[in-house]
């Protein structure tokens, strides 16, 4: 580190509360040195309150740029001085790009999580997709799916405050994608769920359900749902095969996890940042198995 670090290193960062957890630091500053970059990056427990500092830090110390998680993604959409299409419809950003000054606020979960399905050669464009969950990951997903050409989403959410979420997104994609067919539904309608998913090419659970502690959890009572031809991914990587997905693949589903997912949003934030690929490979093999 002490070879690394100059007078001329640029800083970029993490800000959210918690961030101590965080595989992003290892992850970026491995990138960093493997290719050359003379860059550090630092995690900076901020709670929303501090946004308006943080963005004042990042533009005087000229950071090149900072990822950004809960709860200050909403947040931070404010300071913007330019927002990327997801961005602006979801109302979040993840990434934060810092041109001399300009910031450009990014979104990558969704194309983190489509860029995943590509490497496990699934192609969005012309596919229906059937996802459960309308919280921070789902959206994400929902939206970049729509923006990549996904010929029709259904959505399935329980009736709590996501619902409501939901709705919004539904009524965003019809306005800025309108050739792509959406749909909320309650996902306690199981027979909905299950008509949906018959005529689906990708079936998603973006919702919590099966997360550590909860393993033992699935949103799918019905096993029959899941058929050969059936793509099943998960946005939930603790565990990094979730109950989800074992039903799915016992079905002889393919199935991807969610670490994937995690990986490729590092990955497309850091080709913002740099203009480079991350290397990929490298940082899986190290701080994702
Ligand atoms: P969130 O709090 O924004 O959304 C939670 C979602 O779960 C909502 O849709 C909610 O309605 C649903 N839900 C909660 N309890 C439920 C229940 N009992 N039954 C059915 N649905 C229920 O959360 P989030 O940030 O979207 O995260 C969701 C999961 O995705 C977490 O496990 C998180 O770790 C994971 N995640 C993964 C990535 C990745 O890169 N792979 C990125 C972000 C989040």
């Avoid at 729509?146 to 979420?165: M, T």
């Avoid at 998913?197 to 949103?219: Q, R, W």
């Avoid at 899941?226 to 799915?248: C, E, G, I, M």
């Amino acid at each position: 580190m002490e070879k690394r670090i100059s007078g001329t290193t640029g800083l970029l960062g993490l800000i959210g509360t918690p961030v101590g957890h965080s595989k992003s630091p290892v992850m970026y500053n491995y990138s960093f040195q493997k290719l050359g970059l003379d860059y550090a990056y630092l995690a900076f427990d901020i709670p929303v309150e501090k946004v308006p500092d943080a963005i004042e830090a990042i533009k005087t110390f000229n950071m090149r740029g900072s990822n950004v998680t809960m709860p200050c993604k909403g947040e931070v959409t404010k300071y913007m001085d330019e927002l990327s299409p997801a961005a602006r419809i979801i109302g979040a950003v993840n990434t934060i790009v810092n041109d001399n000054g300009k910031l450009t606020g990014h979104i990558t979960d969704g194309i983190g999580f489509v860029r995943n399905l590509k490497e496990n050669g699934v192609e969005i464009k012309g596919k229906k997709v059937t996802i459960m969950g309308a919280g921070g990951a789902a959206t994400a997903i929902q939206v970049q799916c729509a923006l990549d050409g996904a010929k029709e989403i259904s959505i399935f959410n329980v009736k709590d405050d996501f619902y409501v979420k939901a709705e919004k997104t539904v009524e965003n994609i019809k306005k800025e994608v309108p050739e792509c067919i959406v749909n909320l539904y309650d996902l306690e309608d199981d027979q909905r769920l299950k008509v949906e998913v018959a005529s689906s090419d990708i079936l998603i659970n973006g919702t919590l359900v099966g997360m550590h502690p909860h393993e033992d959890k699935t949103n799918i009572k019905d096993t029959t749902i899941f058929r050969k031809d059936l793509v099943v991914a998960d946005v939930v990587y603790n565990p990094k095969k979730t109950k989800f997905l074992t039903d799915a693949e016992t079905a002889g589903c393919e199935t991807i996890g969610g670490l994937g997912m995690l990986l490729w949003q590092g990955a497309e934030a850091f080709k913002l940042y740099t203009g480079l690929e991350m290397p990929v490979e490298e940082v899986k093999e190290l701080y994702f198995k």
